[in-house]
């Protein structure tokens, strides 16, 4: 018996019907942004159908990044906490009764999957409805289907065995390209983490700097008005000397008055006293013109020690004010050195997370569309698929696969 008249083993079993416990379903089809602005407010993505995950991600993650951008902590954190648990999220571990249906076949207490599920999903993909494909399947309905292909061409069903090996490629290249979307994904979120954290550390760098460049300043202006007014004090503390009287030791009379003084006394032991009172009045006018100016000289001398003293404090304040000023300029050009070196750590992350969020973007839109687009063969009766890439995407995706170290992943149980 050939395969193709052997009874039909992929039946779709009719789903039960299950209780509406989400806000929204896709059933309702409801508008993706007012989601948005609902989780913002504080809606729990649990009362969201898993059904419109794929959907409302991609919004989720464009609203995030404008809030990043706008720096609305508050609502952006409530949307990665969002954005992660769909990233992180597995039917099979959800305690809701209502699933998605590609997942309704599965048993609800051990998470395996039956053979009944592998063989709906079999039979969708021969159909050409990808769609309703499970992903988790991919890699177990890829070598059914080239068992299926196999068994054909031994009994000569060519017909069937084209329709499994095309639907064999396909589901292959959606394997393909559903692994390597989830590490597209995962690493742009991780990069989109890096990038939040290197602004927030960017802001917390600048007041940090400013603050102690403010420091500086404000403790530069105090310590010069200190050493001002330490300045005034030495200042004033100097001028006292001006208001005593010179001391004794700088009144040195000249020879002649000591020479007059010796002759007047000789005189009085001669008793010559006319004579000598003249020579008294003759020194006692030489010594006043002397006292008045040995006076003077003292006074200048203060002067110009007083006029030395200013020039000695001025150089100092002059000093500390260029030492201060150059610590500041110092302290400003690291500060700049270091900005400038987040800033630019930023631009490179910005223009990785572009990088990625474009090629996100492309990989989901060229994902969705080929899991949604029927195989030719089924369109038009060829047997041979179009090119699911041009040359240099193939090329570029290849690249980035394989600069990912992979780990290795739990085998699931049939």
Known sequence: MSIRNQPHPFGMPAPRPKPKIYKYVSDDNPDINKIVFDIIDGLKIEEVEPDLFANLL????????????????????????????????????????????????????????????????????????????????????????????????????????????????????????????????????????????????????????????????????????????????????????FDEPPPKSIFKYSPNILQLRSIESYMVKSGRYSEASALNEEATRLELIEDEQHKKDWYDHLQKKRAHLEKELHERYKIHDQNATTAIATLKKTAEKEIDQQQKSINRLNCHVDDAETLCSFMNHSFRSRRNRSPKSARSGSSKLPPLNSPAQQFRKKAIINSIVYTKTAKIEQ
Do not use: H
């Not at 305690?95 to 969708?124: C, F, H, V, W, Y």
């Not at 769609?131 to 399947?137: A, E, V």
């Open 58 to 241: 991609p919004c989720l993650q464009q609203r995030s990044r404008a809030l990043m951008e706008w720096r609305n902590q508050p609502a952006s954190r409530s949307l990665n906490e969002a954005i992660e648990y769909i990233l992180n999220y597995r039917y099979s571990n959800d305690p809701k009764q209502l699933k998605p249906k590609t997942e309704r076949a599965l048993t609800a207490r051990s998470g395996k999957i039956s053979q009944n599920e592998i063989n709906i999903n079999i039979d969708n993909a021969m159909r050409g409805k990808y769609d309703r494909i499970n992903p988790r399947l991919y890699r177990i309905l890829n070598r059914e289907l080239i068992k299926i292909r196999d068994e054909s061409l031994s009994v000569k069903d060519y017909q069937t065995a084209e329709m499994a090996a095309e639907a064999a490629r396909k589901v292959l290249t959606l394997s393909n390209e559903n692994r390597f979307d989830e590490i597209s994904t995962r690493k742009l979120e991780e990069t989109e983490k890096t990038l939040l954290e290197r602004e927030d550390s960017f802001v917390e760098t600048q007041e940090t700097w400013e603050k102690r460049i403010k420091d500086a300043l404000q403790q530069k202006e105090s310590d010069l008005k200190n050493i001002e007014k330490g300045n005034e004090e030495i200042v004033k503390e100097f001028d006292k000397q």
